[in-house]
């Protein structure tokens, strides 16, 4: 009973407590870098697109909003052909981003996104595709990997053997 | 002729002036709330945000006023207004101030709580008429909360009665002219204030809409104007049983000569509505059985013993 | 089976006595990784990854490491899977064979059903600690089926072994030493074998991958799948068909124990892509003033079916690449008497005769699977690699049979794979090979023999004649022989070779214990039946135990020709006014096409003569050819992606086909084109469809109207089937990109469709556990991703599915020979001077049209050429790659010749089914001009 009335106390004297509540259109509140907000794909440090269509994204993502087609140039480089996430299902877990063995797929702290059309919510490839590494610098995933897709011919990578020459008879 | 107009006029104002306290309730409500959870509450709609009341009525006047294909229509579209009019009925015989009034029945006490038991048929019948298992739950739950807790807000109010022997709301005001009865009554005003809650159904006895449990309780299936009818019955129960307190046990109109009757009784009413809306905002909801054993356990015999002690001191005091 | 009881991480278990340690551990349902050993290549022990610890008794607490696929199961015999010492040890090998293994999996097609990376996961192995660089490889160009990423390979062999020893390919190999060993070719090139495509899915990691599906990579969980059966040829094979954004992306084996088992031809496998091509119709066509135009479904409908409600004359004309239920239905609209078998009388002929034998012979036809186990084989006039090339797969292994039966009696069990080899030492069974020219299995053979048609009837007759004298040596009941061998003057022969042969083969196949006699139509010689059917009904009075095969040429050959007797020619002379009552109305006529490009069939000449006189031509079809172009209203036909339907194949087993996808355009199976014409037809126009149009009753009245197909109801469970409440999801529950697929076009996800007329789902909701097995879409197991995961769904690995291997045998013999064998010995083969006869060659990758058009296969269809006698050649003084002038079907064509085929002399042979030799009816005799210009 006493603790009834205390907390009906307590609560009363919030009255004359400081309010907060951000305004936020007219105030903005301070969103760190690991903020998981709107998903782009960067480029590596040679400007190239840094998705490989490996899937795992879409594999992994809970709601399923994210479709691509993987495709390949004449260097036989993977590359989407389309890539395509509806953020109108989109709920910013991140998943994405801890999925991608190439650290294309990344998410920033921007998250004004509002739209009268659901529609306008369907990004294609031209609009996440971003212009910068974003939070991962320098790294290249067709120089670590073991296929030659025209960046790095067999055995140039950092950790490679030059390739095995099979008529050699040494032991 | 005139006189007759002039009183219709004066009812239909009073009502007008109710339903408006009412929706302006909700507004308050979410603004009172918000403050004392440290919050803004509503306050992009107008100053301070007061238009948002309007912004919702609009809203609710062009939803889609839809019966479930499973209701029984005819039940389900009566019991929202039953709700409506057994309140307004209810503030009938409250007094605001010397001159304002609808009616000074000399049962007027009577009458309140022949009015608050018909509230119960609303939920009975919104719950039953929803078919469906929530609905019917929360409509179980509401019409034994409101029968039960009757009983005593009837008992308790017999203290008053007892000391003003008279039922009749006016005279009642008038006797307090000495002391306010929460002094003499304060076991009843105690319980009849619990009561009141109850019969509201308001936390931390909304047992019978608990959304945590039981979606919306008897109204799960409304939408559009019939559950606005529902929503401003409950403002409009606050009101009633803010307004019953303040005329029972604090003096309804009295006060000092520098403001006008009505204007102290809205002062005391509209205190009471705040503490309405603290113990929502402080206090977490009963259990059921809690609930029942409260009323039947404790408050029964409580207000039965206020009744026998106020009755053994006033004959006392006659005999004298 | 001999059960035997063993402990393994001392719990008791019964096991096949048979069997090695890891096949009886994975048929128990236990997780034990391997690499090197496959349930139909066997135990070589060379990845050293199955390792488990062998205890030597009951009071034995230490224990050894042995690998257990080579550990023969013992009485008693007590292992342990989960001991440490042997997880250390299989974690160590793992990290062992990863310490090269590239950084790959996301650009690797292999990602997400590599064997290499569920035994990882199995095992635990997660980081690499080894620091120094890793080896790599260059790859190789391996044409356009496989891919090849050298720099994956774990060396355990099984490629070699698959390619080399399973499926006699000779130019796959095993190159470089010890840690640096390369697995390719000598050089770079197309992979000869026709089996290549099974690289893929025996290579445990991404060095061989399908390049079709590169093309248009998706990843096995986002896949649509199906089960499906081959339509490539007559054997049907069963597959999984998978789809994705509406095109088909790949095919994969669905094992079936009785027929394909784990493998594959390329024709099969590569072959799909024509259901992708931009020559599908995909909208109905109504033929204007001058041009087809396209129309909505609706507005063909109603064209067609007051076209069909007129009452005017009309015929119908089925299909061999159509399902029963397709042609059933056609047949049903046009009447039993208006409906023709899509195939040249000749052709129509031989495959009753097939029918016959089969129903009412001696002898029981083996099912492709049991092929292998049969010890003698003699293929009577069949090129097996290109008419059947799964059966050639399988015979390989029959002539493998006898050695290995040889070696089993040592005590050297089947499975030790590397032990039975070093006794076999590459050594061949009884093989017998009489074809007209040479063939791939020929290096196999005992004996070939090439000849003219009839002469290898007459060495079939001889054989059986053979036979039965054994017997009247042997002092049997002679007098039975006599009565129905043939006249011993008949095959009397000078020819001592020839005698000599015939005896030989005789022999052998009294000698064996199951010998198998194979035979079809693709010669077009009824002699060549009737003369394999002599040998086997005299081998089962020798109370032997003889198999006979036919090959049949088209998916459904077998169950369109039980629909009808009329045939094409019928269609054609029908169409001469005779017993009508309105003869000059012939012209008013109207001809409804399933599925078949009668230029393919018949000469042009005869097909344009035909059609000319059709007023209406209705043409339901899946691609555009000659035929849909001369059409007056065409509807898109579904192709075996998005159609349901029966087939039966030369076995004479039905076997049904699911639907893949529901196409988002007008294409639909043609049955449903076929009911909804019938009902838009029928008086009340205005009836709703009833329950009819569901697939299901499309059986019940099939079966009414052919009581001997009533096996077909039973192939699969029925639309209303569902496992527990729920039904067969076609998706993998990892499905993924469904709020975002369709998203471009519309941000409001459509409704998934539905699925009347099967069991399946085309979601990924619904059951998960192991699906009735002709119901099952893909292979999935928890921590098996890969193909391997099939493991889970056989009874015992190797083994029959659980619930047993669906299809339904229609034939089983029933011993009515005297009635239908009557002797018919053509006489011998004797070359007209100046003329040849033209025989078709086949070629597995050109001789079906429709799988010609995929572009992976078309890379590998040879250009038209002929081939020609080497002596023929020699008087006239044709070099190879001359071209010479042709008289084919009254016009001239200059075609490079082709020699050393062994063609007999007299005879040329053309490659069937090209463009060039569309229409064609083989055999015929036309003349070669050497031509003097070159």
């Known amino acids: 009973m006493f603790s009834n009335l205390r907390s009906i106390w307590i609560v ?46 879409a594999a992994v993502c809970p709601v399923d909003c ?46 004004e996104m509002g739209e009268y059309h659901r529609q306008n919510l369907v990004y294609e490839k031209e609009d996440l595709l971003i212009d910068g590494q974003g939070k991962v610098q320098g790294y290249n995933f067709y120089k670590v990997a073991g296929i030659d897709a025209g960046v790095k011919a067999k055995g140039q990578g950092a950790n490679e053997d030059k390739p095995v020459d099979i008529k050699k008879l040494m032991p | 002729m005139i006189e007759n107009l002039e009183y219709i006029g004066m009812v239909l104002a009073i009502m007008l002036a109710l339903v408006l306290i009412a929706a302006g309730l909700i507004w308050l409500e979410r603004r009172m709330l918000a403050l004392w959870q440290d919050r803004y509450g509503p306050n992009r709609v107008g100053p301070f945000g007061v238009l948002q009341v309007t912004a919702d009525m609009i809203k609710i006047f062009f939803k889609e006023d839809w019966i479930p294909r499973f209701a029984d229509k005819k039940v389900f ?154 929503f401003v019955g409950e403002y409009l129960g606050i009101t009633l049983i803010s307004a019953l307190i303040t005329t029972l046990f604090f003096g309804g109109w009295l006060g000092f000569h520098f403001l006008p009757p009505i204007v102290w009784f809205l002062i005391k009413m509209f205190g009471f509505i705040l503490v309405f809306i603290l113990l929502r905002a402080s206090l977490p909801r009963l259990r059921y059985d809690q609930l029942m054993s409260l009323g039947w356990k404790i408050l029964l015999p409580l207000s039965l013993v206020n009744i026998l002690i106020t009755g053994a001191i006033v004959l006392y005091l006659n005999n004298r | 089976m001999s059960m035997t009881n063993i402990l393994i991480d001392n719990v008791p278990y019964a096991v096949d006595g048979s069997k090695n340690v890891l096949a009886a551990s994975l048929s128990l349902g236990l997780n034990l990784p391997y690499f090197c050993w496959h349930p139909a290549l066997h135990s070589v022990g060379a990845c050293r990854q199955c390792a488990v610890l062998k205890y030597k008794n009951a009071e034995d607490t230490k224990g050894k490491i042995v690998m257990a696929c080579l550990e023969p199961i013992a009485d008693h015999l007590r292992i342990s899977i989960e001991a440490p010492e042997a997880r250390q040890f299989r974690a160590g090998n793992i990290e062992a064979l990863m310490t090269n293994h590239p950084h790959d999996c996301p650009v690797c097609d292999e990602g997400g059903e590599c064997h290499l990376q569920d035994m990882t996961v199995m095992t635990g192995h997660n980081c690499r600690r080894y620091e ?83 093309k248009h990579f998706t990843r096995k969980w986002d896949l649509t799948d199906a089960p499906s059966i081959c339509h490539q040829c007559g054997v049907g094979c069963n597959i999984i068909a998978s789809e994705r954004y509406g095109s088909i992306r790949r095919i994969l084996t669905r094992y079936n124990g009785d027929v394909n088992g784990y493998f594959l031809c390329d024709r099969g496998r590569f072959g799909y892509e024509y259901v992708n091509s931009p020559q599908r119709i995909l909208a109905p ?90 010890d003698a084989v003699f293929v009577i006039g069949e090129d097996v690699t290109n008419t059947a090339p799964m059966l050639a797969l399988n015979l390989r292994q029959a002539a493998k049979k006898g050695p290995v039966e040889l070696v089993k009696a040592m005590h050297i069990p089947e499975w030790n794979d590397a032990a039975v080899k070093d006794i076999v030492q590459g050594t061949t069974g009884l093989f017998y090979i009489a074809t007209p020219h040479h063939t791939a299995l020929d290096e196999i053979a005992t004996r070939t023999y090439h000849a003219h048609p009839d002469d290898i009837a007459r060495l079939a007759y001889a054989v059986a004649q053979h036979i039965n004298a054994f017997s009247s040596i042997a002092g049997a009941s002679s007098s039975t022989a006599d009565a129905h061998s043939p006249d011993a003057g008949t095959t009397a022969n000078p020819d001592a ?23 079809g139509i693709s010669l077009y010689s009824e002699a060549l039946l009737d003369s394999a059917a002599s040998i086997t009904n005299a081998l089962k009075d020798q109370a032997k135990d003889p198999g006979l ?55 042009k000449g005869q097909t344009d003569l035909f059609l000319r006189r059709q007023k209406n031509i209705i043409v339901l079809d899946s691609l555009e050819n000659a035929t849909t172009r001369q059409a007056t209203h065409l509807l898109p036909a579904a192709t075996f992606a998005e159609a349901d339907g029966t087939l039966i194949n030369n076995e004479g087993r039905a076997q049904r086909f699911y639907q893949v996808h529901q196409p988002d355009n007008a294409v639909r199976s043609s049955w449903k084109w076929l009911q909804e014409l019938q009902s838009a037809a029928s008086s009340e126009p205005n009836v709703p469809p009833s329950a009819s149009t569901h697939f299901d009753s499309i059986l019940q009245s099939l079966v009414r109207e052919f009581p001997e197909l009533t096996a077909i109801t039973t192939l699969a469970p029925a639309a209303g089937f569902r496992e527990g409440t729920q039904k067969i999801p076609r998706e993998p529950h990892r499905y993924s990109g469904r709020t975002a697929m369709h998203a471009n076009v519309n941000v409001n996800e459509p409704q998934p469709p539905e699925d009347a007329d099967s069991a399946l789902s085309f979601t990924m909701e619904g059951y998960a556990g192991v699906p009735p097995p002709a119901l099952t879409p893909f292979y999935w197991s928890p921590g098996w991703n890969s193909v391997q995961a099939i493991n889970k769904y056989q009874i015992e690995v190797g083994g029959p599915l659980h619930g047993g291997n669906p299809g339904k045998r229609l034939f089983e013999p029933s011993n009515i020979p005297a009635a239908i064998l009557t002797p018919n010995i053509p006489a011998p083969f004797t070359p007209t001077p100046g003329e040849w006869l033209v025989l078709p060659l086949y070629h597995i990758f050109g001789s079906d049209p429709l799988s010609a058009l995929s572009p992976g296969i078309k890379e590998r269809i ?71 210009h070159d």
């Open chain 2, 77 to 230: 579209v009566v019991a929202p207004a039953i709700v409506m009019i057994t309140i307004l009925l209810s503030f009938a015989i409250v007094p605001f101030s010397p001159s304002i009034g609808v009616v000074d029945l000399n049962i007027g006490i009577l009458f309140f709580l022949a009015m608050s038991s018909l509230g119960a048929y609303s939920v009975v019948l919104a719950g039953w008429a929803s078919n469906n298992k929530y609905s019917l739950l929360g409509a179980m739950r509401g019409s034994a909360q409101m029968i039960s807790y009757e009983v005593f807000m009837g008992l308790s109010l017999m203290g008053v009665v007892i000391l003003t022997g008279s039922f009749n709301m006016r005279d009642i005001v008038l006797a307090q002219r000495g002391v306010w009865f929460v002094i003499p009554q304060f076991v009843g005003f105690i319980i009849f204030f619990i009561a009141g809650i109850a019969e509201a159904h308001r936390l931390p006895f909304d047992i019978p809409e608990a959304e945590s449990e039981l979606v919306a309780g008897y109204h799960s299936e409304y939408s559009g104007m019939k559950f606005g009818m529902f």
């Open chain 3, 132 to 214: 120094f660089k890793k080896r790599t490889h260059t790859n190789q160009y391996l044409g356009p089926f496989v891919n090849h990423e050298m720099n994956r390979c774990i060396q355990c062999y099984r490629c070699v072994r698959f390619y080399k020893e399973y499926a006699g390919g000779k130019d796959l190999d095993v190159f470089a030493s010890h840690d640096d060993v390369y697995f390719g070719r000598h050089e770079e090139g197309v992979l000869e074998s026709e089996f290549s495509g099974n690289l893929v899915e025996v290579c445990p990691t991404g060095v061989f991958t399908d390049k079709t599906l590169k």
């Open chain 3, 285 to 374: 066509a109504i033929k204007g003033d001058c041009a087809l135009a396209n129309a909505s479904p609706e507005q063909a409908i109603r064209q067609i079916s007051a076209i069909i409600a007129s009452g005017k004359k009309m015929i119908g004309i089925g299909s061999p690449q159509a399902s029963l239920e397709s042609n059933f239905l056609l047949q049903q609209l046009v009447g039993p008497a208006h409906f023709y078998a899509g195939i040249p009388r000749a052709e129509g002929k031989l495959i009753r005769r097939v029918i016959t034998l089969l129903k009412n012979g001696k002898v029981r036809t083996p099912s492709l699977a049991e092929v292998k186990d049969f």
């Open chain 3, 549 to 603: 095969v036919f090959i049949v040429p088209e998916a459904n050959s077998i169950g369109l020709v039980m629909l009808s007797d009329q045939f094409l020619e019928d269609a054609y002379e029908k169409e001469e006014p005779d017993e009508d009552e309105k003869p000059s109305q012939a012209d008013e006529d109207t001809a409804i096409l399933l599925e078949n490009d009668l230029y393919e069939r018949t000469f």
């Open chain 3, 862 to 932: 040879p250009q038209p050429y002929i081939a020609l006698n080497d002596s023929d050649a020699d008087k006239t003084g044709i070099l190879e790659g001359h071209y010479v002038e042709v008289l084919l079907n009254g016009q001239k064509q200059r075609l490079p010749v082709k020699l050393h085929t062994g063609l007999p002399p007299g005879t040329a042979g053309l490659p069937k089914g090209l463009a060039a030799t569309a229409g064609l009816q083989f055999p015929f005799s036309t003349t070669i001009n050497s031509g003097n």
């Open chain 1, 12 to 57: 009363f004297l919030h009255m004359f407590h400081k309010r907060e509540t951000v305004l936020y259109p007219e105030e903005k509140a301070y969103l760190p870098p690991r903020w998981r907000g709107r998903i782009v794909l960067t480029r590596d440090p040679e400007g190239e697109e840094r998705c490989v269509g490996c899937y795992l994204c």
């Open chain 3, 497 to 519: 070779d020839f005698e000599a042969l015939s005896k030989s083969i005789a022999a052998a196949l009294l000698a064996a214990k199951k010998p198998l006699i194979v035979s």
């Open chain 1, 66 to 111: 994210i479709s691509l087609q993987a495709t390949e140039d004449e260097h036989g480089r993977r590359y989407p052909e389309f890539f395509r996430i509806n953020f109108s299902r989109c709920i910013f877990c991140g998943l994405c981003e801890d999925a991608c063995p190439t650290d294309a797929i990344q998410l920033i702290p921007d998250f």
